[in-house]
């Protein structure tokens, strides 16, 4: 019905109709395909009317409406050599000013997702900043500017074109400049400075521009230290040290008195809270604000915040700071989200999941919800309601094909990520096989895209893998099995091969008669010319005691200094104890250990229960019959989901005194064979 609509419009043009198709394609972004939008013949129309200088008010702002539809419109837009058309500098200064405007948007639209074509067009910034047509062409100039520094291949370019270089330092400079422009031209000469283009004797050269930027924050006027903050809302910076630096010059907490401030502007206030947004994007930024001890201030300013607050953009810093929430749940460590938890965070995300309201970022709130209840069995918020993995799912095909979804763009690792981490309770699993949600990820994977998707991915295999059989349980179509085999041969990535041998281990697992682990192992190690890492590290071969009566002490990693400790008591005491010391054992190693001892004694806790590593030792020793001996290694921990049943029956010991007599249960004690 969409494509009927707008083919309407279409068929009224060129002489009328150019506002009207383009406000839809906007409008209804949506619900119209790139194969829709393609198929009008709408951008047919307007190139043609561009090349021969006809209707270029309508047929302009149609060619910038349509590029801000999805990056496949703008790939046939560019293939048509729009780019090209652009190269004559003379014709398109002779347009009147809002056609020229049209261009200059079209341009920046490109500088993020495109910036090595947007760069072929730098003569008409440069042309633009120049003529001095406005502020508002000038926004857009040093706009794009800013976006194309983030691309490392183009920052040399940039620091070569002295001329441009000067314009940018007259922006910086001048205390007359208006505040967008001076803030797009500080995020210019940020993305340099801390880019990886560029050696340490051409980053010197910025070192005086640069000092004079941070200067701004040490002084008093708001919108010189607002023109700083727009170095901390640009993406892809995480890994470039600004963060730091930011945080050394306390540009957060600027940016938390700043949203405090009922006296400030809503454009202050909106810069301010997509800062933050920005600046909580990654481990180091959600750290920080943590460790500044400002999180409980960062929810209530968004509980006292309105959605009725508006930018020029129609954003309301509230929107801005759901993406800070989100973040804070997506990077903080996992010892840390119980405190946003008690914060209420998880009652406020979910009620925004719940909303399906575009502007209220559900599809972020379900991904922040996912890290903060996924691995909680039973959550009364997930229970047959299979709204957040519905969402996900259709995020993930949305950001496929190249589209934002409601309101926001994101990259892949994201949304299954999020999956990911719902697939870690056992409660969840049948919804998230129900609802296709491992057909949906595989279905579109590409290998490499991102190492984070592959991790994510192989993640949320290996978590199904221990309820379900990969080939069987999944639709045929599209081969679950064929993709965790593709990560464990050719990921680079050392997390995800570890994963997705595990999962092969429990399918091998799953298609044999019980048999000795070992021989499972070595099915698996033999198959890749890949080491079988079962965790992050490279393989380092374990060496297994050949003696008698071995108790092995299977722990998370993450605790080893309380199973360290605990090996130390048993060992005082006569018990002849293995554990792994290393981060560096295989499948064949793990195997050998479990068939090698005569009682597993299983160290249980919250990190327990999450390990994949520990859950494939526990399920092994089940099925070679090895007697198993549980143990807390945390006062009153109630175990839940897969370690509740497997505690179900069994008695789980609170003391070593007691842990030591239940070993000897299993094992004889006779003096000669005690190995000190």
Known sequence: MSLV??????????????????????????????????????????????????????????????????????????????????????????????????????????????????????????????????????????????????????????????????????????????????????????????????????????????????????????????????????????????????????????????????????????????????????????????????????????????????????????????????????????????????????????????????????????????????????????????????MMCECLEKTREGTGFHGCSFEQWEPIGGLSHLSVSDSNKALLHDTKCVECVCKGFKLGADERSDECVAKLISNMSFKYDLEKDFDASVNVLAVINTIKEKSKSLEARRLANIALFQQQMKQRSPQPLKAIATIISTSSSSAPMLTTTASATTKVPKCVEQVMLSGPHGRIDNVKSLRSFLEDEGVNVWMNETIGMTLDDMACVVESSHVVVMCLCDAYKNSHICRAECEYALQTQKPIVLFSLEEGYEPDGWLHRLADGRKIETTRDGLVKEIWNHATKPASKIEK
Not at 181 to 187: D, I, L, Q, V
Not at 279 to 297: E, I, N, Q, R, T
Request: with cysteine.
């Open 5 to 390: 609509i707008l083919k309407e419009f279409v068929d009224q043009l060129p002489n009328n109709g150019w506002f009207e198709a383009s406000d839809y394609v906007w409008k209804h972004h949506d619900k119209l395909s790139p194969e829709d939008v393609i198929a009008s013949g709408f951008i047919e129309i307007a190139m043609d009317c561009f090349q021969k200088n006809e209707n270029m008010i309508g047929c302009t702002r149609a060619l910038w409406y349509l590029m801000r539809h999805s990056n496949v419109v703008v790939d046939h837009i560019l293939k048509m050599r729009y780019i090209d058309l652009l190269m004559d500098v003379e014709r398109i200064f002779e347009f009147e000013p809002r056609t020229i405007l049209s261009i200059l948007y079209s341009l920046q639209d490109l500088s993020f997702y495109f910036p090595t074509e947007c760069f072929k067009a730098l003569p008409i910034i440069k042309h633009a900043l120049l003529q001095n047509l406005g502020e508002a062409h000038t926004i857009t100039c040093h706009a794009s500017l800013m976006n194309m520094a983030l691309h490392e291949g183009l920052q040399k370019p940039f620091m070569d074109d002295k001329e441009l270089m000067t314009m940018v330092e007259e922006t910086v400079y001048d205390p007359q400049s208006a505040i967008k422009p001076r803030k797009h031209a500080c995020g210019f000469v940020t993305n340099l400075y801390f880019g990886n283009g560029l050696s340490q004797k051409e980053k010197g050269q910025l070192d005086e521009l640069y000092a004079f930027i941070l200067g701004f924050l040490r002084g008093d006027d708001l919108e010189l230290k607002l023109a700083v903050l727009k170095s901390c809302n640009t993406y892809k910076l995480e890994e470039m040290g600004v963060r730091k630096v930011l945080n050394k010059n306390n540009v957060p907490l600027i940016m938390i008195e700043i949203l405090q401030d009922k006296k400030a502007s809503i454009e202050f206030r909106a810069v301010a809270s997509g800062g933050l947004w920005n600046f909580s994007g990654c481990d180091y930024g959600a750290k920080a604000l943590f460790d500044l001890g400002k999180v409980p201030d960062i929810v209530d300013i968004f509980n006292t915040a309105s959605w009725k607050e508006l930018d020029d953009n129609d954003e309301s810093p509230k929107y801005k700071l759901v993406g800070v929430l989100c973040n804070l749940c997506l990077y903080l460590p996992q010892e840390h989200l119980n405190e946003l938890r008690e914060l209420g965070l998880h009652d406020i995300l979910h009620e925004l999941m719940q909303s399906k309201d575009p502007s209220k970022q559900p599809v972020n709130a379900a991904i922040g919800l996912s890290c903060l209840v996924g691995h909680v069995e039973n959550n009364p918020m997930l229970l047959a309601d299979s709204t957040i993995f519905e």
